[in-house]
C-alpha cells in the first residue's frame, strides 16, 4: 500500500524578502512576474528569494 501524494501548486507566490511577486502560468509551465497596475513587482535582482509558500506544505494533499 503507497500513500498517493497530489500536489496542488498555488496560483501565485510573493518574497519574503524583497516583494516580487510571480504568477505561475500553467501554459508556460513555468512562473512568471506578477504585476500590479500594470507595473511588474520585480524585486531585488539578487535577493535569494525567500516565497511566502515555500517552508509549508499547505500546498500538498495527502490522499490516503
Ligand atoms: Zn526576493
Given at each position: ?22 504568477e ?26 525567500e ?14
Open positions: 500500500m503507497s500513500k498517493e501524494v497530489r500536489l496542488c501548486p498555488p496560483t501565485d507566490r510573493e518574497c519574503n524578502l524583497c516583494g516580487r511577486k510571480e505561475w502560468n500553467a501554459e508556460m509551465v513555468n512562473w512568471e512576474i506578477g504585476e500590479v497596475d500594470g507595473e511588474k513587482i520585480v524585486g531585488e535582482k539578487f535577493c535569494m528569494h516565497w511566502d509558500i515555500t517552508g509549508t506544505h499547505r500546498s500538498i494533499i495527502e490522499v490516503v
